[in-house]
């Protein structure tokens, strides 16, 4: 998935995910479980000064500091979200030229780990369980991953986790640019599921310019966000496109308004993991296939998964039976 502070950008970058979802998979039984155990979280730089002024004003460098914080934050939680199976439930509206909805589904799915990367397995369609042709359809594409997985050379393992790094780096470097990228300012403090937290509107900052290639889109959106004050964490985020936004050899173009909203929980007292996404956008792709769309995304039921854990397929389940 992707750097959750930035998670408007998925408007733009897996624009194609909304039209076809990816391929599930499955954790075979000898598959290893991540350590539980994993260090305390230790930001690389020291934390800022965030006394506010007499006017109970945080100053733009403060807030700039803060910023990066946060994004530092956010990546130990990326990496803590992977010692946890959690389930995921999709609503996704396709709309009409006025707004109104033309067909909608839902989807549920269950988040697991195979070989260190997140994987999806689809469990319910329409709050219903999959009816038997397409459970052994899923479990057909299930066991081909594993396959793949359990067949892969050290060679190509290290290439895929060279890869998986050099995204991950590039991320770093995009997050790295959000405070940057914008003007902040503190308009005051509300209180998130019962925390306080400060309430922050950024707004693109004239003269910006992008060091990183994906940075180029920072400057055509805005919005507001909510930053925990005891844990420095984000807890609610709500974005908007101001201007058109062009992506990709695809031509993907988002229109103004899109509009995406995020919130987060505290998990097991140590990570700030996803509760729930809202999105509403207009796009076309190719300047051929326009989508309308809007929905929600719910995350819950987060499970951490020790060292002695062991998930299994579907198939070895029935044979233990």
């Known amino acids: 998935m992707r750097t959750r502070l930035l998670l408007f950008l998925i408007l733009a970058t897996s624009l194609p995910a909304f039209a076809q979802q990816g391929t599930p998979a499955a954790v075979p039984a000898d598959a290893p479980a991540r350590a539980a155990d994993t260090p305390p ?3 690389e730089r ?3 000064d965030l006394t506010p002024d007499a006017n109970g004003l945080l100053s733009q460098q403060q807030m700039t500091e803060l910023f990066r ?3 530092e934050k956010d990546r130990e939680n990326q990496k803590r979200q992977r010692n946890y199976t959690y389930i995921e439930r999709e609503v996704q509206n396709k709309l009409d030229g006025k707004g109104g909805t033309k067909s909608a589904e839902i989807k549920t799915y269950e988040i697991l780990e195979i070989y260190g990367e997140q994987v999806q397995r689809l469990t319910q369609r329409d709050d219903k369980p999959l009816d ?4 052994a359809k899923e479990e057909e594409k299930i066991q081909k991953i594993i396959d793949k997985r359990k067949e892969e050379s050290e ?4 290439k895929r986790e060279e890869k998986e790094e050099k995204e991950r780096e590039d991320g770093r470097k995009f997050v790295d640019e959000v405070a940057d990228a914008y003007n902040f300012k503190l308009v005051g403090t509300e209180m998130v599921s019962g925390r306080e937290a400060w309430v922050i509107d950024g707004e693109p900052r004239p003269g910006y310019e992008p060091q990183t290639k994906d940075a180029k889109f920072l400057p055509k959106f805005h919005g507001r966000v909510w930053i925990d004050k005891s844990d420095l964490q984000l807890a609610k985020m709500d974005v908007e496109a101001i201007d058109t936004v062009s992506v990709g050899w695809v031509l993907a173009r988002i229109h103004k308004g899109s509009r995406f909203m995020l919130e987060q929980t505290r998990v097991n007292d140590e990570v700030w ?3 729930h996404v809202t999105f509403k956008f207009d796009a076309r792709v190719a300047l051929l296939k326009g989508y309308n769309i809007d929905g929600d995304q719910e995350f819950r039921d987060y499970k951490k998964f020790g060292t002695t854990s062991k998930i ?3 198939g070895e389940v029935k044979e233990q039976k």
Not at 132 to 135: C, G, I
């Open 155 to 158: 060679n190509d393992r290290k």
């Open 69 to 71: 914080v946060v994004a």
């Open 312 to 314: 299994v397929g579907m």
């Open 273 to 275: 993991l996803p509760r």
């Open 132 to 135: 038997a042709k397409e459970a």
């Open 41 to 43: 979280l230790t930001p």
């Open 46 to 48: 020291a934390l800022p």
